[in-house]
């Protein structure tokens, strides 16, 4: 089983819509989550960190469920800037900071 | 102020030809990270340096394979007898490494092997 797993899409969705991601994880001792956006040819970037309480950023919401080890993303009012590849990011607890990155969940919003 | 730089952008090379990629990470940041990325593949983990201590080279795909990082800022991934299957974009992110992990990326460098 592959330590972080996110299914490749597309995510086909209209502009206005409401879209989701989720992400899981194989590691039950992952201590840190985030989700990067990564646009066609570019590097990847930070979107959000993803808190146990789940957190908020505009129109993105991130949220960490443990006991199922996964965590999701949810973009309401897609903008077609949206369009990108969506990276789920897992590190484990330990004295260092490698983490695992997904292979990507890619969303196209359609006008 | 200034983010993660790499050099060069873009390098084509001929098989069997040494080359070497430079990143300069974000002033103070002490982990550094590099990454490869093949054409519509996900990020595979090359190594991570974190302050003085020993890097982790887990990832680094053979013997090929290897990096530095000087004074723990600078560092520069050097691929001897390059293969056309090295073709990929090299990408080097750093971290603030004190509490947090998130990684910051450079642009990248696109390597070609002919």
């Known amino acids: 089983r592959k330590e972080v797993e996110q299914d490749p899409g597309p995510f086909n969705v209209p502009e206005g819509a409401t879209v989701a991601f989720n992400c899981t994880y194989s590691?039950?001792?992952?201590?840190?989550f985030f989700w990067y956006r990564q646009d066609c040819r570019k590097e990847p970037k930070l979107l959000m960190s993803?808190?146990?309480s789940g957190n908020e950023d505009g129109r993105f919401t991130a949220q960490l469920n443990r006991a199922s080890q996964y965590i999701s993303l949810l973009i309401r009012d897609s903008k077609l800037s949206d369009s990108a590849t969506y990276l789920c990011?897992?590190?484990?607890?330990?004295?260092?900071?490698?983490?695992?990155f997904g292979t990507g969940t890619k969303l196209q919003v359609i006008p | 102020g200034a983010g993660v730089s790499q050099s060069p952008s873009n390098k084509v090379t001929e098989k069997g030809k040494d080359v070497e990629l430079r990143c300069d990470p974000i002033s103070g940041h002490t982990a550094l990270y590099w990454y490869r990325q093949s054409l519509g593949q996900g990020l595979e983990f090359l190594i991570y340096?974190?302050?003085?201590?020993?890097?982790?080279k887990s990832g680094l795909p053979s013997d090929r394979f290897s990096a530095e990082r000087t004074g723990g800022s600078v560092s520069t991934l050097t691929i001897q007898r390059t293969q056309q299957e090295d073709s990929a974009v090299y990408l080097c992110?750093?971290?603030?490494?004190?509490?947090?992990?998130?990684?910051?990326f450079g642009p990248g460098t696109r390597l070609t092997v002919t």
């Open positions: 993803v808190y146990s």
């Open positions: 992110a750093s971290s603030p490494g004190t509490g947090t992990y998130e990684q910051y």
């Open positions: 340096f974190q302050g003085n201590s020993a890097p982790d």
């Open positions: 990011v897992v590190r484990v607890l330990g004295g260092y900071q490698k983490v695992t």
């Open positions: 590691n039950s001792a992952s201590q840190s």
